[in-house]
């Protein structure tokens, strides 16, 4: 039953993922339109939102027919319990910063809470990413987490902050998205992504502890 569920989960996560990434670059998510910004709903490809997800989709896909293959086999591959991780990690890292931060401020401005948790935006800043740890933690087999996993978790956000300190810090082509400079405050930035670093492998620590106790 647990390996049925664990394809099942992650078919889920893919389909939907690539129905929700496609909705929200064609159409834009509610809290765009709503904010009636005027850059093109492609553009929002560049956002740790969409690239995540994008990545933990894949992995899900990856996951799910590696379960399928090995549906006879006692354990799937290590490789691939290290890969979710990391991608399940930065999906929670998404969540955690919508519901405790992006939301928040759009509140305190205002808007409603809600406009980055509805439409398309529900799977891709809540739902994927708890059910990939949901799925991690119950029905991705018997082998213990170690640290190295829990380190590799951070490299999304490490690889994601040279392109948006350059763009955002440096060039200055893109806004601040994530508020990271707070109001142009440039020399935070990488302290910002630092304790993003530590958020990042805080999560997987987490996540991987709750895995191992079930063993």
Known sequence: MKKKL???????IFITTIVAVSIVLIFGSRAV????ISNPYWQQIATFTILSNIFLGLV???AAIIGIINYKKRQ????????????????????LTVLLFLAPMRAINGKNYFDMLLEPMFFLHFFNPILAAI???????????????????TLPI????IPYITCVVILKIWPDFYGVTFGGRYYLTPLVFMVFCLVLFGISS??????????
């Open 76 to 95: 799937p591959p290590k490789a691939l319990s290290t890969w979710y991780l990391v991608a399940t990690s930065s999906g929670m890292l998404t969540v």
């Open 33 to 36: 339109r709503i904010d009636e």
């Open 158 to 161: 490490i690889f994601y902050a």
């Open 206 to 215: 987490g996540i991987a502890a709750l895995h191992n106790k079930r063993l």
């Open 60 to 62: 899900a896909l990856v």
């Open 135 to 153: 799925t991690f933690i119950f029905f991705s087999g018997n082998t213990k987490v170690g640290l190295k996993p829990r380190l590799l978790a």
């Open 6 to 12: 664990f394809i099942i989960n992650n078919l889920f």
